[in-house]
């Protein structure tokens, strides 16, 4: 015991130093002209967050201690504080923690010990970080324009939001007060063929729908020429007042005043396809048609003929109307076959079916354009036979 106490002295007070030095080691510091957030990214592409060993202690501690014997596997890691100093200015402060592995020749102190950066470590981290950010300066800056295009995209879907809650509030308004209010809502039927519903009370605003003969909508409001109509859903639609005609669908001529579009009952569509017309009639010869599968309800095998050509006006107007509306339509006229023991062909052109709707041919002159097979199926040959050769 008395010969280690002198060895063990120095030892001490060796240790005792380089704790205090360690302490006193102070951290670098330097600005640089970027946003905290970038300046974080470029430290952790740069590995600065994590830690590595050191392939000596040589010139990374102070002088006295790099050539101390008994260290070994010297590692080190960085203390980091980022300090924005403005939106494009960030204080980045370092100091380096180097520690060894302390094998004490008496066996009882032996251990990991801090030592004394030097300031290398952390005067070359910033000279990196400098370097680092002035070559990625590119990717590396706030995208500002894609920051803008996500503010006006998230404005733009606020706006879509009140716009919506708007509409959704006036709607429950419209709802709580209609009551008998129904009464006296105004509606308008279309007077032509393909009137124009536009999105603006303008002749220049884009097209919502084209309308057929007898389309009837609500009006929501008047402005000097034009009226706002309801469309399906929640849309609505511009439409000139010359182009349309007050009242219910019946308040007009042509074949809906004729009452030509009622139900008609007695019969029940069974089956409908499009394909090419197989008769000799010159007008739909070979054309695509739609045809329509009719046969009697009930019992009633025999239909009078009057109801007969009824059901296929019926079926002609409805069906044209469809056709009308539907973009993708490609067919040239409707035939309906009657499945009862007289049986009964009867067919028409789409282009007399709109002529007949738009009240340019009477009741008589389109059975007259129609083809009817056989004549006395469908009422007097007399009357309405010519239809058929032609």
């Not at 006296?184 to 519903?197: G, L, N, S």
């Not at 308040?251 to 009622?262: F, T």
């Not at 739909?284 to 007969?308: E, F, H, I, T």
């Not at 006006?313 to 409707?334: C, K, L, P, Q, T």
Request: proline letters at 5%.
């Amino acid at each position: 015991m008395k010969r280690t106490g002198p060895t063990l002295l120095p030892i001490l007070i060796f240790l005792l130093a380089s704790l205090t030095k360690a302490d006193r080691s102070q951290a670098q510091e330097r600005e640089f002209p970027f946003s905290v957030a970038a300046v974080e990214r470029a430290l952790q592409q740069l590995g600065a967050y994590r830690g590595a060993r050191l392939p000596s202690l040589s010139g990374f501690i102070e002088a006295e201690r790099a050539g101390v014997p008994n260290y070994e596997r010297p590692y080190y890691e960085f203390k980091l504080d980022l300090k924005s100093l403005g939106p494009s200015q960030t204080l980045v402060s370092v100091e380096a923690n180097v520690s060894a592995w302390y094998t004490d020749p008496q066996g009882s102190n032996s251990g990991y010990q801090k030592l004394p950066s030097n300031g290398r470590l952390e005067t070359d981290l910033l000279d990196r970080l400098g370097d680092f950010l002035n070559h990625n300066q590119a990717t590396l800056a706030p995208d500002v324009r894609g920051m803008e295009q996500q503010i006006e995209s998230m404005q733009k879907q606020r706006a879509d939001a009140d716009r919506r809650i708007a509409e959704l509030e006036t709607q429950l308004q419209e709802r709580k007060t209609s009551g008998n209010e129904m009464a006296k809502k105004e509606y308008v039927a279309v007077a032509k063929t393909r009137v124009r519903i536009l999105g603006a009370p303008e002749d220049r605003a884009a097209v919502l729908l084209r309308a057929e003969p007898e389309d009837e909508f609500e009006i929501l409001e008047h402005r000097g020429g034009w009226s706002q109509v309801r469309l399906e859903g929640d849309r609505r639609g511009w439409i000139r007042n010359s182009s349309v005609r007050s009242g219910a669908l019946a308040s007009g001529g042509g074949a809906a005043a004729e009452g030509k579009l009622s139900t008609v009952p007695g019969f029940a569509v069974v089956r409908e396809i499009v394909t090419p017309f197989s008769g000799e009639w010159a007008r739909l010869k070979d054309k695509p048609a739609l045809y329509v599968w009719a046969r009697p309800q009930g019992s009633a095998l025999n239909m009078v003929a009057g109801d007969k050509l009824q059901f296929a006006e019926h079926i002609f107007m409805e069906r044209y109307r469809e056709a009308a509306h539907d973009s993708r339509n490609s067919v040239a006229g409707v035939v309906v076959i009657f499945l009862d023991q007289r049986g009964g062909v009867a067919a028409a052109s789409l282009e007399d079916i709109r002529f007949w709707a738009e009240g340019r041919l009477t009741s008589t002159a389109f059975i007259k354009n129609c083809s009817l097979d056989p004549p006395g199926a469908f009422g007097n040959p007399a009357a309405v036979g010519r239809g058929a050769n032609r």
